[in-house]
């Protein structure tokens, strides 16, 4: 079965602070996905890459970035959390083969104060 | 652009009384269709892919079938851990690099006993 680990299942950070989520896939999958989860506005794409070092921006990009170093991690960044980033943080991952459903890990909740 | 949107946004249903969720697609050429299971605070779980109009999926109590512009999640006899909130997602032909997906904000099914 594939496997999706967030690194934190709950986060409270406070404004200003530069926060890492991280998230490590076992499958040997070439996509990871960053989405954001808001009540009302389902899940929404921040960032994704499809190999090492490459990144793409999503649907909202503003105030994250990304690092994917290795094949099986993918962190994403607050440069300067804010409290409209509060919110559930779901990582995915997929094989490269077009079709194939993304895994999803488990969540962090973040709560900026 | 394209888009998914599910109905009802809620649905609340007595043990063993079957009914079927909604998810309309509008998308430029569709590539794969995806219905996921979320519980509260954990991330979506894959249940199936569909690929043409006509196809079916079925597990347990869950059968999905495809049409060219929509989805049916059909459940048969549900029982209350069947509760949980049911996620249509697209991909699209027109996408160039790591697949990704377009959500719809879900269905909430409640099953009481």
């Known amino acids: 079965d594939v496997k999706v680990t967030q690194s934190s299942r709950y986060l409270v950070k406070r404004t200003g602070e530069k926060v890492f989520l991280e998230c490590v896939q076992d499958?040997?999958?070439?996509?990871m996905f960053w989405y954001r989860q808001d009540p009302g506005l389902g899940l929404r794409l921040i960032y994704f890459?499809?190999?090492?070092?490459?990144?793409e921006k999503g649907d909202i990009p503003e105030g994250y970035s990304v690092s994917r170093e290795k094949k099986e991690r993918f962190s994403l960044i607050l440069e300067s959390a804010s409290t409209n980033q509060t919110s559930m943080y779901l990582c995915?991952?997929?094989?490269?083969?077009?079709?194939?459903?993304?895994?999803f890990g488990d969540g962090t909740r973040l709560s900026i104060l | 652009e394209d888009q998914v949107t599910q109905s009802p946004e809620a649905l609340r249903l007595q043990e063993g009384e079957s009914s079927s969720l909604n998810c309309s697609y509008t998308?430029?050429?569709?590539?794969?269709l995806f219905w996921y299971r979320q519980d509260p605070g954990k991330g979506p779980e894959f249940l199936f892919t569909?690929?043409?109009a006509g196809e079916e999926k079925e597990k347990e109590r869950l059968k999905a079938t495809l049409t060219k512009k929509e989805s049916f999640l059909h459940i048969t006899a549900p029982k209350p851990e069947d509760s949980a909130t049911y996620l249509c997602?697209?991909?699209?032909?027109?996408?160039?690099?790591?697949?990704?997906?377009?959500f719809g904000e879900g269905t909430q099914l409640t099953v009481n006993p």
């Open positions: 995915a991952s997929s094989p490269e083969e077009w079709g194939k459903p993304q895994h």
């Open positions: 499958m040997d999958h070439e996509n």
């Open positions: 890459s499809y190999d090492v070092k490459m990144k």
């Open positions: 998308v430029s050429g569709l590539r794969g």
């Open positions: 569909l690929y043409s």
């Open positions: 997602a697209v991909q699209a032909r027109g996408e160039t690099s790591g697949s990704r997906l377009t």
